[in-house]
């Protein structure tokens, strides 16, 4: 992946729109190759979240999930954990509150959660999120899968780890872009919003 970064100077949806335009082409590479380009996934991670009547909130953080892979990213990223959940969280919290933030925050460790209470979940793993696991740290031990479990918006967390894993379908028609950013902007002026008839959920890609 090739990785492109707005000025900061840029108003954070602006810089969104323009991570989005410049990173999301791409598709991971090596061991993280994932059959979706960036943007795809976002999309469709967005599209299942909305399909499960989640919040505003939760949809946008569906959207925003692995904007840290478009920032700052690891060397020799095949072998180590990028913490890519982490890198975009600076930026974030200048316009998302914890309804956003800690739902991303946690999407990685939801995935080591989920492994360890739930049997048939790692076989649902793409090859790139399990060989990922691996460098996150694998199954929780008892003492965090509690502490986990305790945590503010882990709930949140664990279902959009199960969106994130099944956002990656070649070819699955979705809302543009544009939609969930416009919804993005009206989570961060906290404002209400009645999506379908404001933005236009048939402004399909
Ligand atoms: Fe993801």
Redesign the pocket.
């Known amino acids: 992946m090739n990785f492109n970064l707005p000025p900061p100077s840029m108003d954070i949806l602006d810089q969104l729109t323009e991570l989005f335009h410049l990173n999301g082409h791409t598709v991971y590479e090596g061991r993280r190759e994932e059959p979706v380009t960036a943007l795809a996934?976002a999309l469709q991670?967005a599209q299942l979240a909305e399909w499960a009547e989640a919040p505003h909130t939760l949809v946008v953080a569906a959207l925003l999930?692995?904007v840290g892979h478009f920032i700052a990213p690891a060397r020799g990223a095949d072998a180590i954990d990028d913490v890519h959940e982490l890198r975009a969280l600076g930026l974030l919290a200048t316009a998302f509150g914890p309804e956003v933030i800690e739902p991303i925050r946690l999407h990685v460790q939801a995935k080591r959660f989920l492994v360890t209470v739930d049997a048939r979940y790692a076989a649902t793993l793409s090859p790139a999120s399990a060989h990922t696991l691996s460098l996150q740290g694998g199954a929780m031990s008892p003492d965090e899968v509690h502490l986990f479990e305790i945590l503010p918006y882990s709930a949140q967390a664990v279902a959009l780890r199960r969106w994130?894993d099944l956002a990656k379908q070649p070819g699955r028609r979705t809302p543009t872009l544009g939609y969930y950013l416009s919804l993005a902007e009206t989570v961060r002026r906290g404002q209400p919003l009645d999506t379908r008839k404001a933005i236009g959920a048939s402004d399909v890609a």
């Open positions: 996934h991670c999930h692995d994130d």
